[in-house]
């Protein structure tokens, strides 16, 4: 198994991938033409009809075909057991730094919300994307074992030698009828074969096959020990139907919601198709707007400021109230509205190319500003990049009818200390 790693945005030739296997080359020799077949398959199933854009094989006079990875990023894995890594584009960092990053942007969704996991604790520099993902969730079973796992009462029906609990009159008369020592009984004991550990027991044994990680299989089989009492979960959605999260089971909300991701590959853009090969990736976008979201909630928690996600209030017409509006951002105080959208794209220094903003951006940041009533000043909020850091004057557009749109541009290094930057600006701005 060997994993080479690739950069969004970073075009892939076939000579480019040989050179990166080295002397390796000739083991995977069919590994260009084995990625260019999962994209084709990738990209033409409906499921995935929008990632074409995102991820696509093209060509050049010079090079011939090549492959590139735009808003993707995470894991493929092909059939001849070659992993290809594509981090984010995250500029003036190493690649250890990149997936750090990029986990704690992970961190910001949805379904990871809770209990987070340590990954200052890990070593990242010599581990692919999934094999971090199996050592964060061996970390949190191991911190759920040293807790003590829960228990629960199940009933369970057998034919003992003792009478146990409530005798079943039918069953007994029909199994013991020759066998007057036996009582066929229903009782309940306290057990660990509840649906909660029957998932995480299912999670391990799957994991320990995966991992190629001497020190997650290690870990992976230690833990395994625990669950020896345990059920396997012959029904994986059965028993996550069963389960509800409540003071009780508190401590297993995280380990769950990744359990979910490794058993039925939530939270992931999954596929696996006829080319046997697999993959796990995430849309940038989504990412990074959850995660600009997260942090500005966090440095306005004890304000008087509310901040809300993916709001739906408005729409581009009345009659008929059609075509929803749906800023990434609003940050609102009474009735006075600060509208941010995130774009995970990089933009440049040429004023006369617009610096890379599209036009179409635009033309959304315009509807906003025309239906959010209150809201002097739309923010964009892109990636901090090499070229943008060297420009001498904020990116600000102004129209004759008070439609103004700033930029601004989160250091991804420093995020904490960029959104707080932010915060001054944008209060500033509603303040004057």
């Not at 990625?35 to 995102?54: G, H, K, M, R, W």
């Not at 984010?88 to 250890?96: G, L, Q």
Request: with cysteine; proline share 2%; charged share 30%.
């Amino acid at each position: 198994m060997k994993c080479i790693s690739v950069r969004e945005y970073e075009e892939l030739y076939e000579e480019k991938l040989n050179d990166m296997l080295g002397k390796d080359a000739n083991k995977y020799k069919d590994s260009f033409n084995k990625l260019v077949s999962f994209i084709e398959e990738f990209t033409a199933s409906p499921d995935n009809e929008d990632a074409y854009q995102f991820m696509s094989v093209k060509k050049n006079r010079q090079f011939g075909e090549y492959v590139t990875f735009k808003n993707y990023v995470g894991l493929v894995e092909l059939d001849n057991g070659l992993q290809i890594e594509i981090l984010p584009k995250i500029e003036m960092v190493s690649d250890e730094e990149v997936k750090r990053i990029f986990l704690n942007m992970l961190k910001s969704m949805k379904d990871f919300e809770g209990r987070t996991f340590n990954i200052s604790s890990l070593k990242a520099d010599n581990m692919n994307l999934y094999e971090i993902f199996i050592s964060l969730y061996l970390q949190e079973t191991y911190r759920l074992v040293k807790k003590g796992l829960k228990s629960a009462y199940n009933t369970i029906e057998d034919n003992l030698s003792v009478l146990k609990g409530k005798l079943k009159i039918k069953e007994h008369i029909t199994k013991n009828l020759t066998h007057k020592d036996k009582f066929y009984v229903s009782h309940d004991e306290y057990t660990l074969n509840r649906p909660e550990n029957r998932l995480i027991r299912t999670t391990l044994l799957l994991l320990i096959n995966q991992t190629k990680n001497n020190n997650n299989k290690k870990l992976c089989k230690q833990l395994l020990n625990y669950f020896e009492t345990v059920d396997v979960s012959y029904n994986v959605d059965a028993d996550f139907s069963v389960i509800t999260i409540d003071r009780a089971n508190k401590d297993y909300e995280t380990l769950l919601k990744w359990s979910k991701v490794f058993l039925k590959h939530k939270s992931f853009t999954t596929f696996s198709g006829q080319t046997k090969s697999k993959a796990l990736l995430f849309q940038m976008d989504k990412l990074f707007e959850s995660y600009v979201a997260k942090l500005l909630k966090y440095e306005l928690a004890n304000s008087v400021y509310n901040v809300s996600t993916q709001d739906s209030g408005y729409y581009l017409f009345d009659s008929p109230r059609k075509f929803k509006l749906r800023p990434d951002i609003v940050v609102s105080q009474n009735e006075s509205n600060i509208i941010l959208d995130t774009k995970w794209k990089n933009l440049n220094t040429n004023e006369r190319d617009n610096y890379g903003i599209s036009q179409s951006d635009m033309y959304q940041m315009y509807a906003y500003s025309k239906k959010y009533k209150n809201a002097p000043v739309i923010w964009l909020l892109y990636p901090l990049n090499k070229e943008v850091q060297t420009l001498k004057k904020d990116i600000s557009f102004n129209s004759n009818d008070n439609v103004k749109v700033n930029t601004f541009f989160i250091n991804l290094s420093s995020p904490t200390e960029s959104i707080k930057e932010l915060v001054n600006k944008m209060i500033g701005n509603v303040i004057s």
